[in-house]
């Protein structure tokens, strides 16, 4: 740690800000209302922005959090966020009517997202200096998100059943949890920071060799948000859209959409408590399973209809993707100088909320371009880029050893 805390102190400021989550994690409670918001409202566009266009806004503010986290209050940013997607989560459904919904839900899953995300995590980022704890303690935060993420969707189901406006009442939550990041969270800009602590260990924080070099680590960043988006796109399709997938099988209704959606984020949870164990011994190879599991599971998704088989595929697509998001957000924050830490982690966010808006447009293109009558037909494209992105991920990896490798030997020399 880069502060002085107490333990007791630290576990309640770790707990708040796993719990904002509930911000990130918001739209798990959307997904099993997506049925009823179709029914409700005439106007598949009008819905559509529904469900991912707060990514899209989200974008914009991701980036812009980022850079003032950087620059100013990182605990003003945080409250401010939170505070903005309680009273609009809250209030989301107030009104029957479309374009108030949409509105609220650009404000709580768009706006308050992008400053919250970045906030939280870049707080991380300053308080866990050594990138092998701050590894760990990222991959807890993406843990804790998993496991809000399957609460959520779980009792958005199950109030979904009667109606999607009951969905929202899920959003209470939100109140004590603004109270934690008031009372916990610290302020940085006031707190001791054990500077002496981070001269002793020269090794702490980003990586020298990487981060010295501000447009070699903008340049490395801007080829991980690359990766991170096409793999962002084939799984979001899934993800936003497996109302449609049991819609479209027939294996259950609101309640049975709820449960596989919380059973992805068990396996993201999994994998975000070993993801610091996983990384330390991996490192840049980390990446390379996720792209096979979520092939091998899509290519199960489609060539059987069986909802206990749907289940396994959710929960290993959730452990490959929890992976993947753990991953890319410490990489982020290694390549680039710590000047830009936030600036990094608002970026991987930002690359993630385009990727969500566009996956439902990529899924109906490519139904009209496959002629596939449903989302099911597509899974075997979904499949193929997967696997694709695995073998070049690997063959990225080995080039990178053998380069590592050669310059080790030209050191020595």
């Not at 812009?64 to 620059?71: F, H, I, Q, T």
């Not at 981060?211 to 988006?229: C, E, N, P, T, V």
């Not at 899924?363 to 499949?383: C, D, E, M």
Request: proline share 2%; hydrophobic share 55%; with cysteine.
């Amino acid at each position: 740690m880069n502060i002085e805390i107490s333990k007791q102190r630290a576990f309640l400021f770790l707990a708040a800000i796993f719990l904002t989550n509930v911000c990130t994690m918001a739209d798990m409670v959307i997904i099993p209302a997506v049925g009823g918001l179709f029914e409700a409202f005439d106007n598949a566009t009008m819905v559509n922005l529904i469900i991912t266009g707060p990514a899209l806004v989200g974008v914009i503010f991701c980036i812009l959090g980022g850079r003032l986290a950087d620059k100013f209050n990182k605990k003003f940013l945080l409250v401010f966020g939170f505070s903005l997607f309680t009273a609009t989560s809250i209030l989301g459904a107030s009104f029957d009517n479309v374009w108030y919904v949409l509105i609220l839900r650009l404000f709580s899953g768009g706006i308050s997202w992008g400053f919250t995300s970045s906030a939280a995590l870049a707080i991380v980022a300053e308080v866990y200096i050594d990138e092998t704890r701050r590894g760990t303690v990222m991959g807890w935060y993406n843990a804790a998100m998993a496991a809000i993420g399957a609460a959520l969707s779980i009792v958005g189901g199950l109030l979904a059943v009667n109606s999607w406006q009951q969905a929202f009442n899920t959003y209470w939550i939100s109140l004590p949890i603004l109270l934690m990041v008031i009372l916990f969270v610290p302020n940085l800009n006031k707190v001791k920071k054990l500077e002496t602590a981070v001269a002793a260990d020269p090794t702490a924080g980003s990586m020298s060799t990487s981060g010295s070099d501000a447009k070699k680590g903008i340049r490395k960043l801007i080829s991980l948000l690359s990766a991170f988006f096409m793999l962002g796109i084939i799984y979001y399709i899934i993800y936003y859209q497996i109302a449609l997938y049991v819609q479209a099988t027939g294996i259950g209704n609101e309640a049975v959409i709820g449960t596989l959606s919380s059973l992805g984020t068990v396996g993201s949870c999994i994998i975000g408590l070993c993801f610091g164990i996983i990384f330390g011994k991996l490192q840049r190879a980390t990446i390379i399973p996720t792209y096979f599991v979520i092939g091998l599971t899509f290519l199960a998704l489609y060539l059987s209809t069986d909802v206990y088989v749907s289940a396994i595929c959710c929960i290993l697509m959730g452990a490959a993707w929890g992976n993947a998001y753990s991953y890319y957000y410490v990489r982020a924050t290694i390549v680039v100088p710590p000047q830009l830490t936030a600036t990094a982690i608002g970026a991987v966010s930002a690359t993630s909320g385009v990727a969500i808006f566009l996956s439902t447009f990529v899924a109906s293109n490519l139904q009209t371009l496959l002629g596939a009558t449903s989302i099911v037909g597509i899974l075997p494209f979904l499949s193929g880029a997967a696997f694709a992105g695995g073998l070049l991920s690997l063959g990225l990896t080995i080039k990178d050893r053998k380069a590592e490798t050669a310059l080790q030997v030209q050191e020595q020399e």
